[in-house]
């Protein structure tokens, strides 16, 4: 029997975006696809997700084949924004929880089966001009953020209302952070810890505060994203160069680099552990008007491709971003 041709796929370039891109694995598909966040150039955001079902698993109708960007579909219109979170959620189940910033105010939204993307109440933050998010192993909803003060701050949730949140400071000092010039703030969650790790970047040096109060320097950085893998916690640090700096805090000689694809300035970088292989990061930055999609495997043999939306042809094709 002749073998099958193979599928035609439409292709696009992502929709014109703007300011800070967020990366999260979802609980969708066979392994667990990749959600990326978008702010649009001009109103809403945007999520498209990468198709982690192994090789030769058959796609989803006009999605995308395994190993490929899906399209991209707005939703959150009715605002600028500058800068976005997305959090798997273990509640719900399968929700995501996406936090966004308009200028100095923080939004949330919530992603759930039976009715997309809704609008929530927003975390008590006041005003911002960077936060950011993340979901302890114990299920507790966080946020770091930086207030138009100066000052990096803590809230914690307590979920056992989900969605509804409610939200408060964690108790003695926890919930104020070193004061510094910092201009990103970080968070990620830590095996079995119910507190997670903070990282704080400065143009003249950054510190990662560990569950314990721990601290550790971190080098000057333009911009950066932090993941934990097996191995411990990843900071992957741009400082104006050609590659990545990737810093282990408290792993003595742990540190490496990662030669960057494209040329230009690097103005947004996301990342996240990727569950179904050890040792492995995925990013996607921001470089020179392009994203691009990397792939750490722990030792420094990263591949690099651009993100281009394909999607598997079928019988009834729309067009490839729903906005």
């Known amino acids: 029997m002749a073998a099958q041709p193979p599928a035609l796929l439409r292709t696009a370039d992502p929709p014109p975006g703007r300011g800070g891109i967020a990366l999260a694995q979802g609980r969708y598909g066979l392994r667990g696809n990749v959600e990326l966040l978008l702010c649009d150039a001009s109103d809403g955001l945007w999520v498209l997700w990468f198709n982690s079902d192994p090789p030769g698993t058959e796609p989803e109708p006009s999605g995308p084949p395994p190993g490929e960007w899906s399209g991209a579909l707005r939703f959150g219109t009715g605002r600028r924004y500058d800068d976005v979170q997305i959090v798997q959620s273990r509640h719900g189940p399968h929700h995501l929880e996406v936090y966004a910033r308009?200028?100095?105010?923080?939004?949330?939204?919530?992603?759930?089966?039976?009715?997309?993307?809704?609008?929530?109440?927003?975390?008590?933050?006041?005003?911002?001009?960077?936060?950011?998010?993340?979901?302890?192993?114990?299920?507790?909803?966080?946020?770091?953020?930086?207030?138009?003060?100066?000052?990096?701050?803590l809230l914690r949730a307590d979920p056992s209302g989900h969605p509804r949140l409610a939200w408060s400071a964690p108790p003695g000092d926890a919930s104020r952070l070193p004061a510094g010039n910092w201009h990103t703030v970080l968070l990620t969650p830590l095996p079995g810890s119910p507190v997670p790790g903070v990282g704080l970047l400065g143009a003249d040096g950054g510190t990662y505060v560990g569950p314990a109060g721990d601290s550790h320097r971190l080098p000057p950085a333009r911009t950066g994203a932090v993941a934990t893998a097996h191995d411990g916690t990843r900071f992957y640090l741009w400082t104006g160069g050609t590659a990545l700096d990737v810093v282990h805090p408290g792993a003595s000689g742990a540190d490496r680099r990662l030669e960057l694809p494209g040329e230009g300035p690097v103005t947004a970088i996301a990342a996240t552990p990727l569950a179904h292989t050890e040792g492995r990061t995925d990013l996607v930055l921001r470089r020179g008007g392009r994203l691009w999609h990397l792939t750490d495997d722990g030792t420094g043999a990263a591949t690099s491709s651009l993100v281009v939306s394909r999607l598997t042809s079928g019988a009834n094709d729309g067009p490839v971003h729903r906005g």
């Not at 089966?113 to 966080?142: L, Q």
């Open 102 to 153: 308009s200028g100095t105010d923080l939004h949330r939204l919530r992603w759930s089966p039976e009715a997309a993307f809704t609008t929530e109440d927003p975390p008590p933050a006041g005003t911002v001009t960077t936060a950011t998010a993340t979901e302890t192993t114990d299920g507790t909803p966080w946020i770091a953020h930086l207030g138009t003060d100066g000052q990096a701050r």
